[in-house]
């Protein structure tokens, strides 16, 4: 059975890195814009790492353009912009894409692990339907990521256990690390 440990992904400096690596840990694996709306989460998510890293916990920040180019800029600018504007430690790979012909084989796998079930309810999730339709017909069945901040939790065993869309609540997000740790 496939995991998330049988991927190879390339960090900020254009180097293989396999997934194996984090073996035995618990992981979020995040889809990152710069210039989102949601590009706030930053800061609950790198309050998280700072908790729980030492209890096993990693994110893995993969930052896409492929949404109305909300991180047009270069994996250096990018990392820059989080760590001076967030102060985010976590590990952040080079800018992927989550959705097409393009998409990053990690991404595809995550998202057919846990497919999209919707953005939930209220304006803020059908404002951001409207757009992600729009951007996403492009992508057709290979729509696999809706929108930057979507979040997958992976277990200590490498397997895909929880989807997070970006309206989802960062407290939600929270306390589904905390009773995985």
Excluded at 72 to 98: A, L
Excluded at 101 to 115: G, I, N, R, V
Excluded at 118 to 133: E, M, N, Q, R, T
Excluded at 134 to 158: P, V
Aim: with cysteine; proline share 4%.
């Amino acid at each position: 059975m496939k995991t998330v440990y049988d991927f190879v992904v390339k960090n900020r400096q254009g180097e293989e890195v396999s997934l194996s690596e984090y073996k035995g840990k618990l992981l979020l694996i995040v889809n990152t814009a710069t210039g989102c709306g949601f590009t706030p989460h930053y800061d609950p998510l790198e309050a998280m790492y700072k908790e729980f890293r030492d209890k096993g916990f990693e994110i893995l920040d993969f930052p896409c353009n492929q949404f109305a180019d909300q991180a047009p800029g270069d994996d250096g600018e990018i990392h820059e912009f989080c760590t001076m504007k967030f102060g985010t430690e976590f590990p952040r790979f080079s800018k992927i894409d989550v959705n097409g012909d393009t998409a990053d084989p990690l991404f595809a796998y995550l998202a057919t692990e846990k497919p999209f079930e919707g953005f939930g309810k209220g304006i803020k999730s059908a404002a951001l339907k409207k757009f992600s339709d729009m951007n996403n017909k492009k992508f057709g069945e290979k729509a696999y990521i809706r929108w930057n901040f979507t979040k997958f939790l992976i277990d200590r065993e490498g397997k895909v256990i929880a989807r997070f869309e970006p309206t989802v609540d960062m407290k939600e997000v929270r306390q589904a690390v905390e009773k995985n740790l």
